[in-house]
């Protein structure tokens, strides 16, 4: 049973940086895709960023030159490296995982496994 377990979120003033990270513990992450999404209070989730197996990276465009994915397959890791934040990028981030995930595109559809979410609040 594939278990995503996300950290590092928490209260930063805008302009800030914060690096989530999203561990499966004793679940191989290798093949799969990997993604960030977020979800503010009102709004739909949306897909941040995401990173295919073989590395590709995507990025909605409110992130692209802000954020970083990354992946660590010796740790069973995703990061999502957070910088120049800004307030309207409070919300609860989640990871997601799946096979063939992020191969096609960031949207939240064909991941199955998800993490239970971690806060993110950017003050003025």
């Known amino acids: 049973q594939l278990r995503l377990v996300e950290s590092g979120g928490g209260l930063v003033q805008s302009g800030g940086s914060l690096r989530l990270s999203c561990e499966a513990p004793?679940?191989?992450?290798?093949?799969?895709?990997l993604g960030w999404f977020r979800q503010a209070p009102g709004k739909e989730r949306e897909g941040v960023s995401c990173?295919?197996?073989?590395?590709?990276?995507k990025y909605v465009d409110s992130a692209k030159g802000r954020f970083a994915i990354s992946r660590d397959n010796d740790k069973d890791t995703v990061y999502l490296q957070m910088n120049a934040l800004k307030p309207e990028d409070t919300a609860v981030y989640f990871c997601?995982?799946?096979?063939?995930?992020?191969?096609?595109?960031?949207?939240?559809?064909?991941?199955?496994?998800w993490g239970q979410g971690t806060q993110v609040t950017v003050s003025t």
């Open positions: 004793g679940y191989g992450l290798d093949f799969l895709g």
């Open positions: 997601a995982a799946d096979l063939a995930a992020c191969d096609n595109s960031i949207s939240a559809t064909g991941y199955n496994h």
């Open positions: 990173i295919t197996s073989g590395g590709t990276t």
